[in-house]
C-alpha cells in the first residue's frame, strides 16, 4: 500500500459519506487536499447545505460492500482512506483489513480492537484499568452490564443488579460478557498519535497529542430518572438503553490530565508492542469513578464522532494551534509524512 501511495501524483482524502466525514473532508481541504466522498445510492442532499464540508467529487455505489469492487478506481483518483467509525462498521473488520486501498493508519489495530477480549488483553496489559468482569451469573452482587458479543451503539446492552435480573434478561443463544457497571463521570477522549512528530509530548517513537473531550448523549439513559426508580418504569415495561444521539463537548479538571496523557502513551506504547502500533485519531472511552480514577470501557482506534463539535478547533487544540480539528490533523499528517519521505509509516 505503501509503494502505491508513493506512486501517487496527488494524494485524493477519501471516505464514506457519514459519521465524521464533513470535519474529514474540511480538514483536508484546509490542508490543500482533493477530496472523494463514497455515498451509497445517491449523494447526500444535506451535504450541499455545508459546501466547506461536503466532497470535490462522489462515488456512488449500491451498498458498502461495493467499495471492494472498486480499489482499482480509487488506487486511479489516488485515493487515501480515512477509516471512520461507520466506514468499518458498514464495510465490516475483515473486509476493511481486505481492501486493496491504501488507507491512513494501521490496519492490524483492527485485529485488536474489534474482539472485546482482545482489546481487553491490550488495555489492561497496557496497565489501564477497565471494569471488572463477573464470570459466573450467581456472582452478580452490584450493578453490572451484560453485553453481548457484537453490540454496536450501546444496543445489545442490559443492566442486572442481582442473578434473578439477569436470568430474565439473558438471550442464552448468544454470547455475552458480563461487566462491572462503572459508577462516576463519563470523559471520551479525542487523541492522537503520530508516529513521525518530534514535537510536543515525546515517545518512545514520535508524539501524543490531546485534541479534544466530548461526553455522548445517549437515549433513553440521560433521561430516563425523570420518571422514577428503575424498578417502578420495569413494570411498566421501559427499560435503560444506550443509544448515542449526539456529542456534548467537555473539558476535565487539570489536575486528571496528567493520567489522561499516561494513559495514552501505555495505550500507545503497548500498541506498538503488540501490532506495531495504533497510527492517528483514537479516542479512550472512560469513566472518572469519585476516587477520581480512570476507568476505560473501551477504545475505538480511528477518528470518533465525538470530535465533530470541535471542527473549528477546542480548548485543548487551541493550546496546540488555533481551529486544529482532528479532519485537519489527519490531512497535516498525511502532508507532513509525504514532504518528509514516511508515507510508509503511517498507511497500510
Ligand atoms: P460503540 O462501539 O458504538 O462505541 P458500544 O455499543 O460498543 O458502542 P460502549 O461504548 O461500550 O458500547 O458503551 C455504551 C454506553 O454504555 C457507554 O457510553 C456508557 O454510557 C455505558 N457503559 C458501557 N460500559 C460501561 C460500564 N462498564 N459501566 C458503566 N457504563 C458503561
Redesign the pocket.
Given at each position: 500500500m505503501a509503494e502505491i501511495v508513493e506512486g501517487y501524483d496527488d494524494i485524493k482524502i477519501a471516505t464514506v459519506c457519514s459519521h465524521s466525514s464533513l470535519q474529514i473532508f474540511h480538514g483536508a481541504r484546509k490542508e490543500g487536499f482533493g477530496t472523494l466522498g463514497i455515498a451509497i445510492g445517491s449523494p447526500p442532499r444535506f451535504y450541499d447545505a455545508f459546501p466547506r464540508g461536503k466532497p470535490d467529487e462522489y462515488i456512488i455505489l449500491d451498498d458498502y460492500t461495493g467499495i471492494l469492487d472498486i480499489a482499482d478506481d480509487l488506487i486511479e483518483a489516488n485515493a487515501v482512506l480515512i477509516p471512520h467509525?461507520s466506514f468499518v462498521e458498514y464495510l465490516g473488520a475483515k473486509n476493511v483489513l481486505r481492501l486493496g486501498v491504501p488507507m491512513f493508519g494501521n490496519r492490524r489495530v483492527l485485529e485488536w480492537e474489534s474482539d472485546r477480549r482482545k482489546q481487553r488483553e491490550w488495555l489492561t496489559s497496557a496497565g489501564v484499568r477497565m471494569?471488572s468482569i463477573i464470570d459466573n451469573p450467581k456472582s452478580i452482587d452490584r450493578p453490572v452490564?451484560v453485553?453481548y458479543d457484537g453490540?454496536?451503539?450501546?444496543?445489545?446492552?442490559f443492566i442486572a443488579k442481582d442473578e434473578w435480573d439477569f436470568k430474565i434478561g439473558i438471550d442464552p443463544t448468544q454470547n455475552y460478557m458480563i461487566?462491572?457497571?462503572?459508577m462516576g463521570t463519563?470523559y471520551y477522549l479525542h487523541y492522537f498519535y503520530s508516529p513521525i512528530s518530534i514535537e510536543g509530548y515525546r515517545l518512545s517513537k514520535g508524539s501524543l497529542q490531546l485534541l479534544s473531550m466530548d461526553r455522548?448523549d445517549?437515549t433513553n439513559?440521560d433521561e430516563i430518572y425523570k420518571l422514577g426508580s428503575m424498578e417502578d418504569l420495569k413494570r411498566l415495561g421501559i427499560f435503560p438503553s444506550?443509544v448515542?444521539t449526539g456529542n456534548v463537548p467537555v473539558v476535565l479538571r487539570e489536575s486528571l490530565l496528567p493520567m489522561v496523557f499516561e494513559m495514552g502513551e501505555r495505550t500507545v506504547e503497548r500498541s506498538i508492542e503488540l501490532f506495531g502500533g495504533l497510527i492517528g485519531p483514537f479516542c479512550l472511552?472512560t469513566?472518572v469513578t469519585d476516587k477520581l480514577d480512570f476507568?476505560v470501557?473501551?477504545i475505538?482506534a480511528r477518528i470518533v464522532a465525538g470530535t465533530n463539535p470541535f471542527i473549528g478547533g477546542s480548548p485543548y487544540a487551541e493550546l496546540i494551534e488555533p481551529d486544529l480539528s482532528t479532519g485537519i490533523r489527519i490531512a497535516r499528517e498525511i502532508r507532513n509524512a509525504k514532504g518528509a519521505g514516511r508515507l510508509a509509516e503511517i498507511i497500510s
Open positions: 467509525g471494569p452490564l453485553k453490540a454496536k451503539g450501546g444496543r445489545g446492552f461487566q462491572e457497571y462503572v463519563r455522548r445517549e439513559i444506550f448515542v472511552e469513566i476507568v470501557f473501551e475505538s
